[in-house]
């Protein structure tokens, strides 16, 4: 974005202003960072339901009578096994494996899908897909579409152990596929609200339950005030990136542009499975291999209160093995917590217990010599690798 270009706004702007939202640059577009305290935004999400506006994603449909074999060509995963009324999370790769996007991949039917990419990317995906359509309707299949209807529609999450709860009693929302409760993770349920058609899925970026919901942007607003009337009595409070940042760290999910980059690929990153065992004949493919030597993502968890932001350098033995590449206060957890790349070296030498650090340890001085460290503004704070997620949700 040059300096003459003003940040897009989603069609929820005039809400978030109405409720008094802070507000930053993010991929190219003006989005609420908090309307309060991020603290307090992260607690509810996982105490109750957060509102999220992520309207600055990416829509992408594909259709027509090879859609299926086309995005089993075009993407990482098989997506011609999922069936309707299904999602997948996957992944776009570039020739040489690196990582273009991770997307979540919804089938609408036999031959019509709905690929969300993220705000950042949309362009490249839109735009590797357009190429990949035109290599793959050259070959004996070919009948497939792309079409970036990103423009068109705004997306709305809640997240959160209400948010069930709230999503029933939306004034406004009539389902049409299945019910609520019978709607698993990674489903989703055509609908309507207030006769305009509505996509609800059952997915989210924050480790809890909660659905992401799907419609035109003539009736975005009407729904944003629908469903926090809905969440009037639940707990529900509108959200901000910042709240959505700690939530998805806490979760272990990767965010492009820090765990995921053009540079990785997807086993790195400890997303292997994302490409089906025996899959080939997918663009990426000869790449998409682990590269020996490579730098694997792990968990890290710290003691104090010191939080170890993205680049700060991860130390063993004094020496620079690793750079942090997300990191923060794990709010639910009450210690730091980050995801780094590391040496596979370091990481098999310093893997310790899945026990977190004691949450009230105060911050180190320093780490000794040998053990593994990130290094604060000048100050080493001892490190853990630890399983990720962080934090699991009870079901």
């Known amino acids: 974005m040059t300096e003459a270009q003003e940040p897009r706004q989603t069609p929820l702007a005039a809400e978030h202003e109405a409720l008094g939202a802070a507000f930053t640059d993010f991929a190219g577009w003006r989005m609420p960072v908090r309307y309060g305290s991020d603290l307090a935004e992260h ?18 449909f594909v259709h027509g009578a090879d859609a299926a074999g086309f ?13 309707s009324g299904r999602a997948k999370y996957t992944m776009i790769l570039a020739e040489d494996g690196g990582v273009i996007d991770d997307l979540v991949v919804y089938r609408l039917g036999d031959d019509r899908f709905l690929v969300i990419a993220n705000a950042g990317n949309r362009g490249a995906v839109r735009d590797a897909m357009a190429e990949r359509a035109g290599a793959f309707r050259q070959g004996p299949d070919g009948a497939v579409d792309v079409e ?30 299945a019910p609520w409760a019978e ?4 489903g989703w349920t055509d609908a309507s609200f207030g006769g305009a058609p509505l996509l609800i899925a059952r997915t989210g970026y924050t480790g809890e339950d909660g659905f ?8 975005a607003s009407s729904l944003w005030r629908a469903l926090l009337a809905a969440g009037e009595g639940h707990g529900l409070v509108p959200a901000g990136l910042g709240a959505r940042d700690t939530l998805r760290l806490e979760a272990g999910m990767p965010l492009y542009g820090h765990e995921l980059t053009r540079d990785v690929v997807p086993a790195q990153a400890g997303l292997g ?51 942090v590449t997300s990191g923060a206060l794990g709010p639910t957890l009450g210690h730091p917590i980050a995801m780094a790349y590391v040496d596979p070296a370091a990481a098999e030498a310093s893997a ?44």
């Open 212 to 219: 992401e919901l799907l419609i035109e942007n003539g009736m």
């Open 71 to 83: 995005l089993d060509y075009a993407l990482a995963g098989r997506l011609s096994a999922v069936a």
């Open 352 to 395: 310790g217990p899945s026990a977190q650090p004691d949450r009230n340890a105060p911050s180190a001085g320093g780490a000794p010599a040998g053990e593994l460290a990130v290094d604060v503004r000048g100050t080493r704070i001892p490190a853990v690798i630890t399983p990720m997620p962080f934090y699991r949700r009870k079901k």
């Open 273 to 323: 499975r994302v490409i089906p065992e025996g899959k080939t004949g997918f663009v990426g493919e000869a790449g998409a291999e682990p590269r020996p030597g490579a730098r694997v993502l792990v968990g890290l968890s710290l003691p104090g209160r010191r939080a170890a932001r993205a680049g700060a350098p991860v130390l063993l033995g004094g020496k620079a093995v690793g750079e």
């Open 183 to 186: 709607q698993r993770g990674y």
């Open 43 to 60: 607690a509810a999400v996982r105490e109750a339901a957060g509102l999220f506006d992520l309207s600055h994603m990416g829509e992408i």
């Open 148 to 177: 970036d209807v990103s423009d068109d529609y705004a997306l709305i999450a809640v997240q959160g152990p209400a948010a069930q709860a709230i999503a029933e009693r939306t004034e406004g929302i009539e389902a049409l596929g």
